[in-house]
């Protein structure tokens, strides 16, 4: 089946399988290696994409389904300042250990930033905490990701 969408900007084309799964044509048709292959069930997190901005598990979903949708990943973040101050923080942080985490982790943080700043929200550590809590880390970086996501905003809300 023939599927069309915004990859980061661009527009791809590709012809997939009806029961094949966003992460699998990303991965292995359009070689975006940040997106990870955990659990395969929903589970983890460490599959996530943006789908108009909204973090979602990239396994669940089949590619027929987004037909016509805006994808992005990290790849397709490197130009970005607020993806790009969040990065850094989290290198500051140390909240990147082993990393297989980390892009979805970048990814769930990033989405929930932009649109706290958009709204001019004000969240709470336990609101930040809830954002990410779909996505799972075996190293434990959660503290440290609280850390980073709290500083840029912050840091952002302070300049503005
Ligand atoms: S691989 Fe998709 S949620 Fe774990
Ligand atoms: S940094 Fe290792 S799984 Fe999160």
Redesign the pocket.
Known sequence: MRVVFTLNGRVVEVDVEPNEVL?DTLRLRLGIKSVK???????????TVLVSNVPV????LLTVQINGSNIVTVEGLQSDDLFMELASEFSKSFAVQCGYCSPAMALTSYAFIKKALENSLKPSREDIAKAIEGNLCRCGTYPRVLMAIEKVLERRTQVR
């Open positions: 992460l292959r955990g659990c395969e069930r929903g589970e983890c997190g460490a599959c598990v990239s396994c669940l």
